[in-house]
């Protein structure tokens, strides 16, 4: 089967073509295709904020330390926001005997800082921040 071809496209075969303007400019020089479009204001689009997982607190000592078990039951006993009060209170008064000790001695804050830090980590060893 042949299908004879013009030099205006393809005519009377297989590939028939019903599209008789053209793809460029319009008379007036706009583009058809935005002629067309009616003009209406922007439409806004409302984007949320994408949603945020609070990220999970967990010691990585958790059941570590001799004093762990005795933490756990308090904190099981107490309540949980009861216990951080009260796990706040003894690391500030523990600050506080920490601070004395370093005025007593003479040191200065980097010490003290130091100090307070190696305090923290030995707690966490301990158990006590279970």
Known sequence: MLT??????????LLGSSFHGNWGKSVAGE????????KSAPTRVRVRKPVRFQPVMKNVNEGKG????IVVLTRNIVGRKRFNQLRGKAI???SQVITEFCKSIGADAKQRQGLIRLAKKNGERLGFLA
């Open 4 to 13: 004879s071809i013009s030099a205006t496209g393809f005519k009377g075969g």
């Open 31 to 38: 583009n058809y295709y935005y002629t067309q479009l009616p």
């Open 66 to 69: 001799i004093f762990a078990p």
């Open 92 to 94: 500030a008064l523990h």
